[in-house]
């Protein structure tokens, strides 16, 4: 069974780091492309960054260029969300998910995870 679990969330100061993790199972995480999402509230769910399968090539969304970093770690079946310098618009509930990519506007849904919550307030 396909299994997506994220934890790592809190309320933080703004600037600050926080790393979120995504464990998966029912399958290793290089064989998906890997996703964090985030849904702030009364926002649409937004794409935050991707890791594609097999060579990992990273892509992020213009807000969190140079500030986010996604990875994954095949040893543990988890993928990441480094995320620095964080602001108050951070704020939202963010979701791991896993597709297969055809192409970038092409893909077939594989599951998303439950989410964790990031509040960012001083």
């Known amino acids: 069974q396909v299994q997506l679990v994220e934890s790592g969330g809190g309320l933080v100061q703004p600037g600050v780091s926080l790393r979120l993790s995504c464990a998966a199972s029912?399958?290793?995480?290089?064989?998906?492309?890997m996703s964090w999402y985030r849904q702030a509230p009364g926002k649409e769910r937004e794409l935050v960054a991707t890791?594609?399968?097999?060579?990992?090539?990273?892509n992020y969304a213009d807000s969190a260029k140079g500030r986010f970093t996604i990875s994954r770690d095949n040893r543990k079946n988890t993928v990441y969300l480094q995320m620095n310098s964080l602001k108050p618009d951070d704020t939202a509930m963010y979701y791991c998910?896993?597709?297969?990519?055809?192409?970038?506007?092409?893909?077939?849904?594989?599951?998303w995870g439950q989410g964790t919550q990031v509040a960012v307030s001083s």
């Open positions: 998910r896993a597709r297969i990519l055809y192409s970038s506007n092409s893909f077939t849904h594989i599951a």
């Open positions: 029912g399958f290793t995480v290089n064989t998906y492309a």
């Open positions: 890791i594609t399968s097999g060579d990992g090539t990273t």
